[in-house]
């Protein structure tokens, strides 16, 4: 069955270090992936997207790497802060209009 | 300036009850999204609709009945309502259907006893 999965379901590093959060797919091919961050008792917010033809996204601290070879996507916060802290969803949208999203990482930054 | 809102945030209902949910969005956009969040925080999609239109309809029960009056509203009617339907729903917009950003709801919390 199609699956996205997202390894960690919870993270905790350092203030200052880089978070690295994964995201794999199997028996699915999605043109393109979002990453979202959810704060506990509020909807999902959109942080990046990121197609199939493209390796790599920036914006501000965060990166995000699609391969398409390995079916992965990466999801760095670098500098990372307190603030940081929420629950990252990484999603796939297929061609046809499918939508799957993974459970989620927890990812808590400690001072 | 709420850009999609959702009423009610919280809903307690006893089993067999029918119930709605409302979702409203402001951005103007084309296309809309029901989804639930379980208590394992997966977020399934249920239903999209596209300028009033129909266009994903997962494996839902027909229970569930999703209505769009217009393209800024789409409103979640849920019949006979069992312990299983306990979740977080949200409502999401979208400018159109594709590869464009989601905005999300503040979600409602149903509780069925």
């Known amino acids: 069955s199609q699956k996205i999965e997202q390894n960690s379901e919870a993270l905790n590093i350092q203030e200052g270090k880089t978070a690295t959060l994964t995201c794999n797919y199997t028996n699915y091919s999605p043109a393109y992936l979002q990453w979202y961050r959810q704060d506990p008792g509020r909807g999902p917010v959109f942080l990046l997207l990121?197609?199939?033809?493209?390796k790599e996204k920036r914006k501000e601290r965060l990166k995000v790497t699609f391969d398409t070879t390995l079916k992965q996507s990466l999801f760095h916060i670098t500098a990372s802060q307190p603030a940081d802290s929420a629950t990252y969803l990484c999603?796939?949208?297929?061609?046809?209009?499918?939508?799957?999203f993974g459970s989620g990482t927890r990812l808590s930054i400690r001072p | 300036d709420t850009a999609v809102s959702q009423t009610p945030k919280y809903l307690v209902t006893q089993m067999g009850n029918d119930k709605s949910i409302k979702c409203e969005q402001n951005?103007?956009?084309?296309?809309m999204y029901w989804y639930k969040q379980d208590s394992k925080k997966f977020l399934k999609i249920m239903f999209s609709?596209?300028?009033?239109?129909?266009?994903i309809n997962e494996t839902v029960p027909n229970r569930f009945s999703p209505k769009s009056p217009d393209k800024a509203h789409l409103n979640l009617h849920i019949n006979s309502l069992e312990l299983g339907d306990s979740a977080v729903y949200f409502c999401?917009?979208?400018?159109?259907?594709?590869?464009?950003?989601?905005?999300f709801g503040p979600g409602t919390r149903l509780t069925v006893l």
């Open positions: 999603v796939a949208y297929s061609s046809a209009s499918k939508i799957i």
């Open positions: 951005l103007g956009h084309d296309t």
């Open positions: 990121i197609r199939e033809n493209e």
């Open positions: 999401a917009s979208s400018q159109r259907t594709g590869n464009n950003e989601q905005f």
């Open positions: 609709y596209n300028n009033k239109e129909l266009i």
